[in-house]
């Protein structure tokens, strides 16, 4: 199993910055046991939404349009650990982000929530205009 625990969330305003942080634990965590990390978000109302995903092992970024160029993931292995630095943050930011973990296998897009076997519990982003 896989535990992941976000933190870093908060309320903030427009043109902001937050980071959010993802640590990552449990017997099977490895480079071996997980392929991909991700970030998606969940507004009231609105469907689950990838935010960025990163390669676990080779380090391979991907983004959604919505946060290109405002938003970047970073992992620290040594430390099972994921980033998540938003800035010039918008209204439209606002949900709850999750992170979550991908095993390997499978034929999915590193930025489908299908493919992501473990979820973290979420925090919250609130950005007021």
């Known amino acids: 199993q896989v535990q992941l625990v976000e933190s870093g969330g908060g309320l903030v305003q427009a043109g902001g910055s937050l980071r959010l942080s993802c640590a990552a634990s449990?017997?099977?965590?490895?480079?071996?046991?997980?392929?991909?990390m991700g970030w998606f978000r969940q507004a009231p109302g609105k469907e689950r939404e990838p935010v960025a995903a990163?390669?676990?092992?080779?380090?391979?970024?991907y983004y959604a349009d919505s946060v290109k160029g405002r938003f970047t993931i970073s992992r620290d292995n040594a430390k099972n650990t994921v980033y998540l630095q938003m800035n010039s943050l918008k209204s439209e930011d606002t949900a709850v982000y999750y992170c979550?973990?991908?095993?390997?296998?499978?034929?999915?897009?590193?930025?489908?929530?299908?493919?992501?076997?473990?979820w973290g519990q979420g925090t919250q982003v609130t950005v007021s205009s």
């Open positions: 990163i390669h676990w092992g080779s380090g391979t970024i």
């Open positions: 979550a973990a991908a095993p390997p296998g499978g034929n999915y897009g590193p930025l489908l929530p299908s493919g992501y076997r473990y």
């Open positions: 449990g017997r099977t965590f490895s480079s071996f046991s997980i392929r991909h």
